[in-house]
């Protein structure tokens, strides 16, 4: 039987002021760091298990967009390869989130969660996270590498604006424009401080100051250091969380592999596709070709307008049922099913 692992590193930029007022994927002031551990718990049961303290406001279950979380798809998926014959195991590494409150599930062979507030993050990655994507490697496992990184998208942009020069602009989850422009002012704020002291790109000099990056490039960039000679990398799922600490480990000629990112086509419809003539010949990012047009759901199709547009790993687990061979209705129908059943949660909560 052919094992899936889906892997799912876990972080928040709660250092970025006002957090809260610069992203869309969140709950709220002081809330933020909650949102990997729910999607977690989203992904593993389909249905959030953390509560949000203060936050008597019922839900129905879509996002203040009127999307649909990632992580519900992501678990749809995730049960239609089960469905289909393929043994799933989940890993998540949580870097100062919550640990995800989760049950044993029956569809799962693997479910472990490690890390948690206050983690020895140096310990996290070289005593769970490389053994265990290793591991993966040398068993001939389908190993996703997933990431929720609430606010990261601010510090993938500054970390490829200075390792391009392009004027790029802040990519994340949200369409807000007041957002968009706060998002953009720290941006910018952040660039010009680094380059008021460094003329080059230099990423240990961006990992040793806390105001320069946040725990995903981080792990990223710890991982690939360990990482053992002649294994085969980790399927990488997620957009330019993942391409700007990759590209800036081939600047700095910590890494030699070719890359293979899968993210979603609605990632590259923004500046993200200019990032693209970095990547060397060898390079590869996969991109879905399934429309969510296609749905008869308004929270799915709200991704073609780019209203959501990826995380937890749902580019990644797009383009492998594709691969797998599902056709586009068939990954609909399901995608379609999940977010029903999602959402006849919270009905039954707000009828209650």
């Known amino acids: 039987m052919k094992t899936i692992c889906f892997n799912i590193i876990n972080a928040a930029a709660t250092h970025l002021p006002g957090l809260h007022q610069l992203s869309d994927a969140g709950a709220g002031a002081n809330l933020m760091h909650l949102t990997p551990t729910r999607d977690t718990e989203i992904i593993v049961s389909g249905q959030a298990r953390t509560p949000l303290p203060n936050n008597p406001q019922k839900s129905n279950g879509l996002l203040p967009n009127q999307g649909i979380s990632p992580a519900v798809l992501t678990h749809g998926l995730l049960r239609m390869f089960y469905q289909a014959g393929y043994q799933i195991q989940i890993n998540s590494f ?61 510090f993938s942009t500054l970390w490829l604006r200075l390792l391009t020069g392009l004027r790029l602009s802040p990519a994340g989850s949200t369409q807000a424009p007041d957002k968009l422009t706060a998002k953009a002012k720290i941006l910018d704020q952040l660039e010009q401080d680094y380059l008021r002291h460094h003329v080059d790109f230099n990423q240990q000099t961006l990992l040793d100051t806390p105001d320069y990056h946040d725990d995903i490039q981080a792990t990223i960039c710890a991982l690939i250091a360990q990482w053992p000679t002649g294994l085969t990398l980790p399927y990488f799922a997620g957009g330019m969380m993942f391409v700007a600490p990759l590209l800036a480990l081939r600047h700095s000629q910590l890494l030699t592999q ?23 010949a060898n390079d590869t990012i996969n991109t879905n070709s399934c429309h969510f047009s296609r749905s008869y759901l308004r929270c799915l199709n709200v991704f073609e307008q780019g209203k959501v547009v990826e995380g937890c790993g749902l580019g990644g687990c797009l383009i492998l049922a594709e691969q797998l061979g599902w056709a586009e209705q068939q990954i609909i129908q399901s995608l379609e099913q999940t977010v029903l059943t999602h959402l006849s949660h919270f009905q039954q909560r707000n009828v209650a």
């Open 94 to 154: 949580n870097v100062n989130t919550p640990l995800p409150n989760v049950n044993p599930q029956p569809w799962l062979s693997v479910n472990r969660h490690v890390g948690g507030l206050g983690v020895n993050k140096a310990q996290l990655i070289s005593e769970h996270l490389m053994p265990t994507l290793a591991e993966q490697a040398r068993l001939g496992h389908i190993s996703i590498l997933a990431e929720c990184g609430v606010g990261g998208t601010t």
């Open 258 to 280: 070719a890359i293979s990112v899968s993210t979603t086509r609605w990632v590259l419809n923004g500046d993200g596709r200019q990032v693209l003539n970095y990547l060397n």
